[in-house]
């Protein structure tokens, strides 16, 4: 079974903390994907990751960053947080090869106050 | 670009009853198209993929769904639902020429009722 685990579900952080949201993922995936997820909204993709060290920025990269040192493992960061990064946070993964299938973990709820 | 539209942000419907989610896409070049279902506090499942071949797919949980070239849809459907079926459906488009990103709906949420 593929497995992507994130490191929390719930998450409370100030408004100005820095905020390090981590994923997991035990298939050998060469891509990796942050989005959030809003009422109304859909999922938004934040950036994506094709290999270790490498990122690509998606629809709305504003306000966060990512990190990729190692290919089972992919970061988003936070570098000040503001309320209107209160959201839903899922990682997703998917080899490189047709049909791009992406697998999903469970999600971090995300809390600024 | 593409986009995918879901109209009913909302569809109730009684157990063992049938159902339709409509989803239409937009797309100048051939695509993928997936449906994704995600139950309370949980991430996303595939239900479906259409990939070539067969324009009626099924999936799991007794779901499928039709791709219509010509009307850009891939509604799904149940012939009989379930309690268990409440949740959350994202269909979902990507161009099918190398690597591309997933463009989701913005979803419907599905509320089966005794």
């Known amino acids: 079974d593929v497995k992507v685990t994130q490191s929390s579900r719930y998450l409370v952080k100030r408004t100005g903390e820095k905020v390090f949201l981590e994923c997991v993922q035990d298939?050998?995936?060469?891509?990796m994907f942050w989005y959030r997820q809003d009422p109304g909204l859909g999922l938004r993709l934040i950036y994506f990751s094709y290999d270790v060290k490498m990122k690509e920025k998606g629809d709305i990269p504003e306000g966060y960053s990512v990190s990729r040192e190692k290919k089972e493992r992919f970061s988003l960061i936070l570098e000040s947080a503001s309320t209107n990064q209160t959201s839903m946070y899922l990682c997703?993964?998917?080899?490189?090869?047709?049909?791009?299938?992406?697998?999903f973990g469970p999600g971090t709820r995300l809390t600024v106050t | 670009a593409q986009s995918v539209t879901q109209l009913d942000s909302q569809v109730p419907v009684f157990e063992e009853a049938p159902v339709e989610l409509r989803c239409n896409y937009s797309s100048s070049v051939s695509v993928y198209l997936f449906w994704y279902v995600q139950y309370p506090n949980q991430g996303l499942q595939l239900l479906l993929k259409?990939?070539?071949?067969?324009?009626l797919v099924k999936g799991i949980n007794g779901f499928e769904a039709e791709f219509n070239k010509s009307q850009t849809s891939f509604h799904l459907r149940k012939p009989s639902v379930h309690i268990s079926d409440t949740a959350e459906y994202f269909c979902?488009?990507?161009?099918?020429?190398?690597?591309?990103?997933?463009?989701f709906g913005t979803g419907t949420r599905l509320l089966v009722s005794p």
């Open positions: 979902a488009v990507q161009k099918n020429t190398g690597f591309q990103k997933l463009v």
């Open positions: 298939m050998d995936h060469e891509n």
């Open positions: 997703a993964s998917s080899f490189q090869r047709e049909p791009y299938e992406q697998y």
């Open positions: 259409y990939l070539s071949g067969s324009t």
